[in-house]
């Protein structure tokens, strides 16, 4: 009825009607937020973020990387060498600009930025 209405997340309607606060569905009944559907829609724009190397080749989860630079772990004196391969790294939205979850081999599992390392 309405194109500027969305359509019903659990059917697909495209019938959907505001009524108060709340869109609803006349065909399957569901009512749901239209703010919980703008929030929503933001969550798939985060999800859409193209991650990329300091060289900039685009990262995906599982690829190996290698770090360029050596870093220094906050709190313990050990270093991350120049030339270490992570291997089986997951993106994501870390602290600040941490986007990479993995598990180096002798340190253990740690958040890398994508900045300083390097797509093998």
């Not at 270490?84 to 600040?96: C, E, P, S």
């Amino acid at each position: 009825m309405n194109d500027s209405l969305p359509p019903c997340p659990e059917c697909s309607s495209t019938y959907s009607y505001e009524l108060g606060a709340l869109l609803v569905c006349p065909e399957c009944g569901h009512e749901w937020s239209a703010a919980a559907d703008a929030a929503e829609a933001e969550a798939g724009a985060r999800a859409a973020r193209v991650i990329k190397d300091a060289v900039g080749n685009v990262l995906a989860d599982g690829d190996t990387v290698t770090v360029i630079k050596d870093l220094k772990i906050k709190g313990s004196s050990t270093v991350i060498k120049v030339g270490t391969k992570v291997r089986g790294i997951r993106l994501m939205d870390g602290v600040g600009d941490h986007d990479i979850d993995c598990k180096v081999d002798g340190v253990g599992p740690m958040q890398l930025k994508s900045s300083v390392v390097k797509k093998s």
